[in-house]
């Protein structure tokens, strides 16, 4: 927020931001911890090649991929999502509700349409052990698209950290404050959290945000 208030010319001390923060109640939330559910055969495994090396000197070139859950009174909904490491980008996300392989699939199949003609000669798409990752129809796809698999060790949520990053700013700046009690209202809140992070939430590291960012490339 201070950073985001300095670049509208606004200049307040830190502290003076947080203090305001906390009487008006606009602090996020506490992240919480996911739990890690293993479901389905495994077909494919890959070699951890992403190997924590979170940092990428080009766009699409490692990218990450995870499914996160939403809940609402109507019941679950699943969010798919890919994470360039160049920039922290969300490249492409899907919602649904219900778990399956072809959230996933469709997830990857609107990332190359969107990112095609720039993708680099080796792109690693790094995700965790779940079904849908190792399924015959994941590997089939990456083949296609020439994408190159990684995946985390198995129980090591460490070695996917920033697929799981992003889902824990998603929740405590968006989810948990909302509170969605419908999927049409959840898929609301995630359209317009995703726009607003991809083009205006400023990132420490960088200073700007992740688009701005990326066209600077």
């Avoid at 404050?177 to 995703?194: G, V």
Wanted: glycine residues 4%; positive net charge; hydrophobic residues 35%.
């Amino acid at each position: 927020m201070w950073l985001w208030l300095k670049k509208r010319g606004i200049h307040r001390n830190p502290k003076t931001i947080l203090r305001i923060m906390r009487k008006y109640d606009l602090l996020a939330e506490i992240r919480r911890r996911r739990k890690w559910i293993q479901m389905g055969q495994q077909l494919h495994k890959y070699e951890n090649l992403l190997n924590r090396q979170f940092q990428a000197d080009e766009p699409n070139s490692k990218w990450v991929t995870d499914i996160s859950y939403i809940h609402t009174k109507e019941g679950v909904l699943y969010l798919s999502m890919i994470r360039d490491l160049y920039d922290n980008s969300i490249i492409a996300y899907r919602t649904g509700t219900q778990q399956t392989i072809h959230l996933v699939l469709d997830t990857i199949r609107l990332a190359m349409r969107k990112e095609k003609r720039k993708v680099a000669t080796e792109l690693q798409l790094h995700s965790d052990q779940g079904f849908q990752y190792t399924s015959r129809e994941y590997f089939n796809l990456t083949q296609f698209y020439g994408i190159t698999p990684s995946m985390s060790r198995r129980g090591n949520c460490y070695d996917n950290a920033m697929a799981e990053n992003f889902f824990s700013i998603l929740k405590t700046e968006c989810i948990y404050r909302l509170k969605p009690k419908t999927f049409s209202e959840a898929r609301k809140a995630i359209d317009d959290y995703i726009y607003f992070y991809n083009h205006e939430r400023i990132q420490l590291k960088t200073g700007v945000a992740p688009l701005t960012l990326r066209h600077s490339a």
